[in-house]
């Protein structure tokens, strides 16, 4: 992430004036570092962002009657939900005892969001309002993170479930919990993504049972900056980081404010187990491919069984995934854990004939598949069961790494052959640096090199290839700084961010410094095909503190190894974002991530360790230097302002305050007014008049530059390239800087030009050579595919025209031809390339603006005349998907600039998010249609929505009505 230079050197003479930046020692070594601690005070209330309009008052909700619904799933475990109370612990006089005791009285306790955390429940209560809009989040006491808190629910057991050992499930809390049931302190849990699991068979009662929830806050909240004109940037978190395990970003950073609980509560779901005397713990599978076949897979299954009775446990575990089953009999002592193995030495029917593979998105279908295993006594009788979903695929890595005998060697690790020892291979500490900014590793001592197989010179060394099922993928994606500012975790919320990705072509999602660790993102990961490259919580080397407690530190990251191992999705565990850890971390993780994993990469540091630096993030007036000066190698972050639509930001302040720029655009990351990219605006387009004059030049340059970045990655595939993440696609909260679409679904010009950029077949014309390339990033070969360059003036007139036809090999670059432009063109003109297959079919079609007069630039589309687009609307019969298609056209004498589509309620006029367009922020020629497809989530209902198109130069349309189911 950038580190705004300014801001750090200010930053270190405030601090050196409140004498607290003078050394930070970690608990095991005697290195001194000078690192940010945040604000020593808060920042002077001078410099706080002021709104044009009255700040929101919160509505308070009327507390009801809490009644707990116990929401069982697949495994027979149940949710505890709907029922819980939150009260703050200063506002109670009784005791522990007392608070989880039947009987205690809760008329003043709220209504509480479980899962949530503490600002979910008092927002959703009416306490505070909405944080995300305008400058609501300065009006929310921050003491709020230095506060604990009481959660309370009362609940019955399933009357089918009496007598059988009853377990207590927390699935993450943050960031310290004391459990307590009926009266009886039963644990504690510490870290914000450790579980919690406890035996409560013993403190039940029979009816009514009371649990009660202590909520710590962490050790060291920190004070937020409040970004404004004055104020600038800040510092990115601060003392935050001392604890570690937790939600690092939301003391405050440069893409999300201070958030006022810091995110403490109880954040993942609270569940009851019900076993016999025997459990299931932590199954792993792992799948080895006999690679480079991949038409056969061989299936190793362990799993933890634990006797938690006081007598000797004879069992058989069994297993099932779809047709294939299997079992063995084990012997447990009493509260003996034992490890239980089915390999296909043992059982061939674990050899898969012809697996349905996971592959990322682009280079095929993300099968998965589902084990079942149980476990039962010598009666037969259930004990416990797990369903697991996995995927079948098979991950390498292409690496430089220096042997004992040769530096500099090229390598491909496979973690399955080289980890079966259970020892991390690398020494990550003694690194060399091999070119300017990029280190490799050496290889440790005592490890044998033939666990590696070495590899002939690459044009892409020293670079990171990652690799599935023994095919090299081009990595394109993007960070999550966090999944939402205030933790809304659910599925229902989550999905439609991953459907976006997906539908970008992005097939990376980094889970920076792990702020989005929790099943259903990664579920969603293994479904819609995202490999996730996982952080854990370090930020910046040299800048960001180190965590106090290493022990606390790697106990959170071995139940998130052991947690989450089976999601094919997962391809890299990073200890850190941008540097190494210290020492006792990194030989903690990488011991962990090969004991406990072995089929991954561990990999140290986010970028330079066979990475290029990340960076930069400022908007390039020159955007061809993302050709000539940037692109190499792998890219952990990369990036540029990314505007919201003139409709998105209405939706996050008031009306007052949405034109012109001011505070609460600031307070909203506009850092330092992204002067830059408003300059640029107005020398490209002329100065804008209003907000959605501004945002629909914006949407332009958030489309070239966008587009820009992924293309001069695609100009150099394998040929030093091998992968590209954006900072970031992903908003936590109502942002102004990077992301590709809103906190609410909406999708900008960043949107599109990435997606264009990114398709898996893909033609191009790179800058500033004008040579005409073809990206393959996909597995499918094309044959006397045709490649086409047409140039057109701005009636539509046909000026210079190429075609060549070309043989696309799969996953690679294919050049096809020089543009050879005429000399005379006219100030603005369309360079349109398209790629078709053999028949003809269209497969890619790009359109540049280009300018010749470099004073005017593209001013001329101010003169444009406003036209009005025809439509012909269909309702598909795809009733899953639910998609209509949309046919474009312009019957006007000037090209319809930047079309973008939006669904929109015919009553209101809002726009119906989230909604899927195939194409958004194009163009159309005088006398050109175009067919655009759009679906909505599964069953909904199209009755009175209307399609409006607005544009650089698009009336405003005649909304038309859908056509209903």
């Excluded at 229902?492 to 072509?505: G, I, M, Q, S, V």
């Excluded at 006219?826 to 010749?852: C, M």
Aim: aromatic residues 10%; positive net charge.
């Amino acid at each position: 992430m950038p580190l705004n230079k300014h801001v750090f050197i200010s930053k270190k003479k405030s601090l050196l004036a409140f004498a607290i930046l003078s050394f930070f020692t970690t608990d095991v070594s005697a290195q001194i570092y000078n690192l940010n601690f945040g604000l020593a005070k808060p920042q002077d209330t001078s410099t706080l962002p002021r709104s044009l309009a009255r700040p929101q008052q919160a509505v308070p909700v009327a507390k009801r009657f809490p009644k707990t619904l116990l929401n069982k799933n697949a495994d027979g475990d149940f949710s505890i939900l709907n029922g819980w109370e939150m009260a703050a612990a200063n506002t109670l006089k009784a005791d522990a005892k007392q608070i989880s005791s039947a009987g205690y009285a809760t008329k003043m306790w709220y209504n509480a969001t479980v899962p949530g955390t503490v600002l979910t429940t008092l927002v959703n209560q009416g306490v505070y309002p909405n944080p995300y809009f305008g400058l609501n989040n300065l009006y929310i006491p921050d003491s709020l993170a230095r506060m604990d808190w009481w959660y309370r629910t009362n609940f019955e057991l399933p009357k089918e479930k009496e007598n059988k050992q009853v377990w207590l499930l927390f699935k993450g809390i943050n960031y310290n919990a004391q459990i307590w049931l009926n009266g009886n302190r039963i644990g504690e849990i510490n870290g914000a993504f450790k579980r919690g699991k406890f035996n409560v068979t013993n403190q039940l009662l029979k009816g009514k049972n009371t649990l009660a929830v202590h909520i710590l806050p962490t050790n060291n909240p920190g004070i937020p900056h409040e970004e404004s004109p004055s104020a600038g940037q800040g510092p990115n978190g601060g003392q935050l980081a001392l604890d570690g395990p937790t939600f690092i970003s939301s003391e405050g950073w440069d893409w999300m404010p201070g958030i006022r609980d810091r995110n403490i509560g109880i954040w993942q779901d609270v569940c009851l187990s019900f076993t016999g005397a025997v459990t299931i713990i932590d199954p792993h599978v792992v799948s080895d491919l006999d690679l480079p076949d991949t038409t056969r897979a061989k299936l190793n299954i362990k799993t933890k069984l634990y006797n938690d009775s006081k007598v000797l446990q004879q069992v058989t575990i069994s297993g099932k995934i779809e047709n294939i089953s299997f079992e063995r009999k084990a012997s447990l002592k009493p509260q003996q854990s034992t490890l239980v193995s089915f390999s296909p030495e043992d059982f061939a029917q674990l050899i898969i004939k012809n697996p349905r593979l996971w592959w990322p998105n682009g280079y095929g279908r993300p099968e998965l598949y589902h084990l079942q295993l149980e476990v039962r006594g010598v009666d037969g009788i259930l004990l416990d069961r797990k369903t697991i979903r996995f995927g079948i695929r098979e991950l390498s890595y292409e690496m430089t790494v220096d042997l004992p005998n040769k530096n500099g060697q090229r390598l491909e690790l496979n973690p399955i052959t080289a980890l079966k020892q259970g020892k991390p291979l690398f020494d990550n500490v003694n690194r060399r640096e091999a070119v300017q900014g990029v280190w490799v590793p050496q290889l440790r001592k005592g490890i044998d090199a033939n666990l590696l197989q070495p590899l002939p010179e690459s044009t892409v060394a020293p670079y990171l290839v990652l690799k599935v099922n023994g095919k090299s993928i081009y990595c394109k994606g993007g960070n999550w700084g966090m999944d939402d500012a205030m933790k809304k975790t659910s599925r229902n919320f989550l999905e439609p961010y991953f459907r976006l990705h997906k539908d970008a072509n992005f097939n990376m999602i980094r889970n920076w410094t792990g702020e989005s660790t929790q099943e259903s993102f990664y579920e969603l990961s293994d479904e819609y095909g995202m490999l996730v490259w996982n952080d854990f919580w370090m930020s910046t080397e040299g800048y960001n503190l180190y965590p106090k407690d290493n022990a606390l530190f790697l106990a959170n990251a071995k139940d998130v190894i052991v947690r989450y191992r089976n999601h094919p999705s997962i391809v890299i565990w990073c200890a850190r974002n941008e540097g190494a850890p210290q020492e006792v971390i990194e030989n903690g993780l990488a011991d962990l991530v090969a004991k406990e994993d072995g089929t991954r990469l561990y990999q140290p540091n986010s970028r330079n360790l066979n990475l290029r630096p990340s960076g930069p993030w400022h908007y390039f007036k020159k955007p061809e230097e993302y050709f000539t000066k940037q692109a190499i190698g792998f890219n952990t972050e990369l990036g540029t302002p990314s505007i919201p639509t003139a409709a998105s930001i209405r939706k996050m302040m008031a009306k007052e305050d949405t034109w012109p720029i001011n505070d609460v655009w600031y307070y909203h990351d506009l850092h330092d007014g992204q002067k830059d990219f408003r300059k640029a605006l107005e020398d490209l387009y002329g100065a804008p008049t209003d907000l959605d004059d501004f945002s629909k030049k914006a949407q332009l340059i958030n489309y070239d530059s966008h587009r820009a970045m992924f293309e001069a990655w695609n100009s150099k595939l394998w040929n030093s390239t091998s992968g590209l993440l954006l900072w970031m696609t992903h908003p936590a909260w109502p942002s102004m800087v990077w992301q590709v679409y809103s906190w609410d679904y909406e999708t900008f010009g960043s949107y599109f030009g990435a997606k264009k950029a990114c398709e898996p077949v893909h033609i191009q014309m790179n800058m500033p050579d004008q040579k005409i390339v073809v990206v393959n990033a996909s597995l499918k070969k094309y044959a006397k595919a045709q490649s086409a360059l047409y140039v057109y003036d701005t009636a539509g007139r046909e000026i210079h025209k190429k075609v060549k036809t070309i043989d696309l090999a799969e996953n690679k670059l294919t050049e096809c031809f020089e543009a050879e432009l005429p000399n005379k063109l006219p100030e603005v003109y369309l360079a349109r390339v398209i790629l078709k297959d053999n028949e003809g079919n269209l497969i890619s079609q790009n359109d540049y603006w280009k300018a010749t007069n470099e004073i005017k630039k593209f001013k001329a589309f101010n003169e444009l005349g406003k036209i009005n687009l025809a439509f012909d609307l269909g309702v598909s019969e795809k009733k899953v998907s639910n998609e209509t298609t949309v046919m474009l056209a312009n019957h006007s004498k000037v090209p319809a600039v930047s079309i973008k589509l939006n669904l929109v309620d015919r009553k209101t006029g809002d726009i119906i998010l989230p909604a899927y367009f195939s194409d958004g922020y194009f163009n159309l020629l005088p006398g050109e249609s175009r067919l655009v497809s759009v679906a909505l989530p599964a069953n909904y209902n199209w009755d009175n929505l209307t399609l409006k198109a607005e544009g650089y130069n698009i009336a405003d349309t005649h909304p038309k009505k859908m056509i209903s189911k």
